[in-house]
């Protein structure tokens, strides 16, 4: 079956310093890896995803996220965080077999001025 | 461009009472899903449908149906709510196939729904 975990409930930045949410997986087959946000009463928006080739993909606002098949990782990365970064980050897998989108519980990001 | 939308935004029921929520795509997408989000919990999926007139069980489907009405509509109705279905609820397409486990989902806006 497939999961995903991440470790942290919230994680603290001051603004202008590096983040990093962490997230690892597990699921059969070649997984295929999303980053979604949400912000307070609405709906996710998807922010980037690993299908296949160079490990560090590159996705909306800034952000990017680095696969790293032997750790089972799938790590979200901005260099310098912004106030406006603060909200919940989502990760999420779907393995080669399936249409199932399966989520993390989610990390909290708050980003202080 | 309205993308996924889901009705209602809110709404309150009294336990053993039922209703529908509404969910329409206009992107042409072949799957759609329903989540429910609880707090400490992350999004958990209820149903799905890959493709008009299929449906699937999710992780949490138990207290739940759903109709997919066409390739546009997927409604989920709660028979007799009970107040652990009080939560909020996103539906959610793609163009995904099983073949093509790269495709996006995209997210309405969510449903809050109590149930006392």
């Known amino acids: 079956a497939q999961s995903v975990a991440q470790p942290e409930d919230q994680v603290n930045v001051a603004e202008g310093n590096p983040l990093t949410v962490k997230c690892t997986y597990s699921?059969?087959?070649?997984?295929?890896l999303f980053w979604y946000v949400q912000y307070p009463n609405r709906g996710l928006q998807f922010l980037l995803k690993?299908?296949?080739?160079?490990?560090l993909v590159k996705g909306s606002y800034g952000f990017e996220a680095e696969f790293n098949k032997s750790q089972t990782s799938f790590h979200l990365k901005k260099p310098s965080a912004l106030v406006s970064d603060s909200a919940l980050y989502f990760c999420?897998?779907?393995?080669?077999?399936?249409?199932?989108?399966?989520f993390g519980t989610g990390t909290r990001l708050q980003v202080f001025p | 461009n309205a993308g996924v939308t889901q009705t209602p935004k809110f709404q309150v029921l009294k336990t053993g009472q039922s209703m529908t929520l509404q969910c329409a795509q206009d992107?042409?997408?072949?799957?759609m899903y329903w989540y429910r989000q609880d707090p400490g919990m992350g999004l958990r999926l209820i149903y799905y449908s890959a493709s008009e007139g299929t449906t699937d069980k999710g992780e949490v489907p138990n207290g739940y149906n759903v109709s997919r009405l066409n390739k546009r509509e997927f409604s989920l109705r709660l028979e007799s709510a009970a107040p652990s279905q009080t939560s909020v609820y996103f539906c959610?397409?793609?163009?995904?196939?099983?073949?093509?486990?790269?495709?996006?989902?995209?997210f309405g806006e969510g449903s809050w729904l109590t149930v006392v």
């Open positions: 992107m042409n997408h072949n799957s």
């Open positions: 699921v059969s087959g070649n997984p295929y």
């Open positions: 959610a397409s793609s163009v995904a196939t099983v073949t093509d486990s790269g495709n996006t989902i995209y």
């Open positions: 690993y299908i296949t080739g160079d490990n």
């Open positions: 999420a897998v779907r393995g080669g077999d399936t249409d199932k989108l399966i």
